[in-house]
């Protein structure tokens, strides 16, 4: 399997926004998959391809005088560009712009796995000139595609440990060595050179903490006693680690019922991997005391890639009171709530609670174990 590529969902996508007279730009965390999924998209398209990597001195070069004249001498024949890491180039928006204005016959696809970074250099030059998409790390239904609904169960706990990342599942015998390269050197490459971090020990410090709290509630103030900084620090690098691909939040519901707590939030990793890699803990399933916390991490992520893909996806929630009573994960379809709790072990005790079903008597309710888990990943 180690040389097998996995046909990712966005493919698809992708493909049928290709040469209608926009920039494809596609978001994700490096290592992702963002290069290797382009390559196959313009496997089966006749024409050269200019492949340019902003994290290449010599490539950079290129943007520093851009014209016309100059983009016609680089593309040659060649039907399309491909720009790697475009968040590196500080003009890649008005050099992407020209292109498409003046060849309308050329396709610029431009990759990047720092969102902040790009929307800088892209936002304005682009606007109304580009089709945007995000790739996630390889999702349960990517997985089951390939492989087999069976054989991907199968592998739950290898995922549960060692999580998606395309190197990961494709090289398995290797894969906590290459979590932690991932952990330690790639996906804080980006922020490491923004120049908003000025601490990058305290990123370090404020990933391990976030690990440490997945599937509890964060209060920034206890983050910001604990680190020894300001609340809008803390808030700012976590906003950092979110448009980094790193982790991501869940905001609590809230529709003014009485004693629902207001302004919760809880944080995920989109890999479970990479946080089991930030706490150097792959002790197997069996034996972890944080596997509860794990599994919801695990289905949460997996549940927010799967509607990451979605033209409207719905608003996703956790639902808290102030007298603790607690719902793992509610989605709001145009009004309509469905609520899930998470059960690693299907004989644990608890259900929904009565408080959420006091609340709101017309959600759908549901338990989502390893048992059914096709029910809530594949549904």
């Not at 979110?242 to 019922?257: C, D, G, Q």
């Not at 949460?300 to 102030?322: C, H, I, L, Q």
Request: hydrophobic letters at 40%; proline letters at 4%; a neutral charge.
């Amino acid at each position: 399997m180690a040389d097998k590529f996995i046909p990712r969902q966005l493919g698809g996508l992708i493909a049928g926004d290709l040469f209608r007279g926009k920039a494809i730009v596609i978001h994700g965390p490096r290592q992702c998959g963002k290069t290797t999924l382009v390559r196959h998209l313009l496997a089966g398209i006749d024409g050269g391809a200019i492949w340019l990597n902003g994290d290449d001195d010599a490539d950079r070069a290129l943007f520093e005088t851009v014209s016309v004249t100059n983009w016609r001498q680089i593309l040659g024949n060649n039907r399309v560009v491909v720009i790697d890491e475009a968040q590196m180039i500080p003009r890649v928006g008005v050099a992407t712009k020209l292109l498409v204005d003046n060849f309308t016959d050329v396709q610029v696809i431009l990759t990047g796995s720092s969102s902040f970074q790009l929307a800088n250099v892209t936002e304005e030059p682009l606007t109304g000139r580009k089709y945007e998409y995000r790739l996630f790390p390889l999702g349960f239904g990517e997985l089951q595609d390939a492989a087999g609904f069976h054989a991907e169960f199968s592998r739950l706990p290898e995922r549960l440990l060692f999580g998606s990342y395309p190197e990961i599942v494709t090289d398995p015998a290797n894969a906590r060595r290459h979590l932690k390269l991932l952990a330690e050197s790639y996906l804080f490459r980006d922020l490491l050179q923004y120049e908003g971090i000025r601490k990058p020990l305290l990123l370090k410090k404020l990933v391990n903490a976030l690990a440490l709290q997945v599937g509890s509630e964060v209060s920034t103030n206890e983050l910001s006693s604990l680190l020894g900084v300001s609340r809008p620090t803390v808030d700012a690098y976590i906003s950092l680690l979110e448009k980094a691909y790193i982790v991501f939040t869940l905001p609590s519901l809230n529709r003014n019922r009485r004693n629902e707590i207001r302004k919760g939030r809880k944080v995920y990793f989109w890999d479970v991997g990479i946080r089991n890699a930030v706490l150097d803990d792959f002790r197997p399933a069996e034996s972890r005391p944080d596997i509860g916390h794990l599994w919801e991490n695990y289905l949460v992520a997996e549940r927010m890639k799967r509607n990451g893909y979605m033209d409207s996806p719905p608003a996703s929630y956790f639902w808290r009171t102030k007298d603790q009573f607690e719902v793992d994960y509610v989605e709001d379809d145009g009004g309509h709530l469905t609520v899930w709790e998470f059960k690693w072990r299907a004989d644990a005790a608890g259900g929904i609670t009565k408080a959420f079903r006091n609340t709101y008597p017309d959600a759908l309710t549901a338990i989502v174990t390893p048992a059914n888990i096709q029910d809530f990943l594949l549904a």
